[in-house]
């Protein structure tokens, strides 16, 4: 993942490829080796996508297919992996409860379950996008002044620890290592 500036993005995508390669190698360097393009360049604008509904009778989005987030950490996979085991739980104790899987009611539970955490981390990711994809040098100064506090409370940094590692209560059982 690489992310850019719409700016900057229009101009590195006007490049051939060799001169993308070329800057490339001048960005990142060859600390993991030759680079070159495996086909061809593509560009995606970044920013937070949120689907209204996630589930409909017999169906349920999960992961990418129900949000998009800007690739801070690794936190939209984080999402999807909570949406699969959440859903997961959701089905599994309907149908020990003799109820039909598929049916709207139970998989407005799931919705219900994920909503309030999707959107959160989701808004999350954003904020932190912008606030990290900025060049005002006051907002450069807050940043580094915010970051230096966390690092120095190990109480407040082991909550952003947590709560990006998905190891919050309410979590599916599934992801604490736990039987469904």
């Known amino acids: 993942m690489w992310t850019e ?32 393009l495996d086909g061809p360049k593509k560009a995606f604008p970044l920013g937070l996508t949120l ?7 017999r169906l349920a989005l999960v992961g990418d297919a ?7 950490s690794g936190q ?14 959701t089905v599994v104790e309907a149908d020990r409860l003799g109820l039909d899987i598929g049916l709207l009611s139970v998989l407005e539970r799931y919705q219900m ?3 309030f955490d999707t959107v ?22 807050m940043r580094d002044v915010g970051l230096g506090m966390v690092d120095r409370m190990p109480g407040l940094k ?22 469904i």
Do not use: C, Y
Request: glycine share 8%.
């Open 76 to 89: 939209g996979l984080n999402l999807g992996f909570k949406d699969a085991a959440a859903l997961a739980e």
């Open 113 to 115: 379950w994920r909503r």
């Open 51 to 57: 689907a209204r509904e996630t589930v409909k009778n």
């Open 120 to 141: 959160r981390m989701g808004v999350t990711t954003d904020v932190l996008n912008r606030l990290f994809s900025n060049d005002n040098p006051l907002l450069r100064i």
């Open 158 to 179: 082991n909550v952003f620890i947590a709560q990006a590692a998905g190891n919050r209560p309410g979590n599916p059982r599934l992801l604490r290592g736990e039987p």
């Open 66 to 72: 129900a949000h998009g987030v800007h690739p801070i």
């Open 5 to 36: 500036s719409s700016r900057d993005t229009e101009r590195l995508m006007a490049l051939d490829d060799f001169a993308f390669e070329l800057e490339l190698e001048r960005r990142f360097g060859h600390k993991l080796g030759e680079i070159s």
